[in-house]
């Protein structure tokens, strides 16, 4: 049996929706049947057999269609693998170590139960929507601090960690 991945994200600027489908990419090459979706078109995750919801960091918070969506879905996200990510730090902090999720985020995982969190580097680049992503690449620090291979291995993990819990519950048919 095939697993069923959402990849849901919340992104402004187009960053966050460039990782997610990345990831998707990822799961598929891995053989999971894995769909990026912005996290504000998604009705239902029950048609899913594990959710990855990923938030571009803006100020300190992530995105608010990434909140909305675990919010909204939050008695199904419980009874399925959930993994999050975020998306924002304009430097290469994020290749170099670990960066624990914000507030909301930590509580989020306590809540559902998630297996686990990453943060990735972000991408601001001249066109950003918002004045706040304007002053930051009018004062220079902006550019594009994702690092794709890095994505690639954290979804490599993640599809590992669903296919190989496919395998020990087949009867069930869920993860």
């Known amino acids: 049996m095939t697993v069923k991945v959402l990849v849901a994200y919340?992104?402004?600027?187009g960053s966050t929706a460039q990782i997610a489908e990345a990831v998707a990419a990822?799961?598929?090459k891995r053989g999971l049947d894995a769909e990026a979706l912005p996290a504000g078109s998604v009705e239902r995750v029950t048609p899913y057999d594990a959710v990855v919801a990923g938030g571009g960091l803006y100020g300190g918070h992530w995105h608010k269609d990434a909140r909305r969506l675990?919010?909204?879905h939050r008695r199904e996200l419980a009874e399925r693998p959930l993994w999050l990510f975020s998306s924002g730090p304009l430097d290469p902090s994020a290749s170099e170590r670990d960066i624990p999720p914000v507030p909301y985020v930590k509580r989020a995982m306590?809540?559902?139960d998630a297996e686990g969190h990453v943060t990735f580097g972000g991408r601001l680049q001249e066109g950003a929507k918002g004045w706040i992503a304007r002053m930051i690449l009018k004062n220079g620090k902006g550019g594009d601090f994702r690092?794709?291979?890095q994505i690639e291995n954290w979804a490599g993990t993640v599809a590992e960690s669903l296919a190989s819990r496919a395998e020990a519950v087949p009867e069930r048919?869920?993860?």
């Open 10 to 13: 919340g992104t402004t600027n």
């Open 26 to 28: 990822a799961m598929r």
């Open 70 to 72: 675990l919010r909204r």
């Open 110 to 112: 306590d809540r559902l």
């Open 147 to 149: 690092d794709f291979g």
């Open 173 to 175: 048919g869920r993860p």
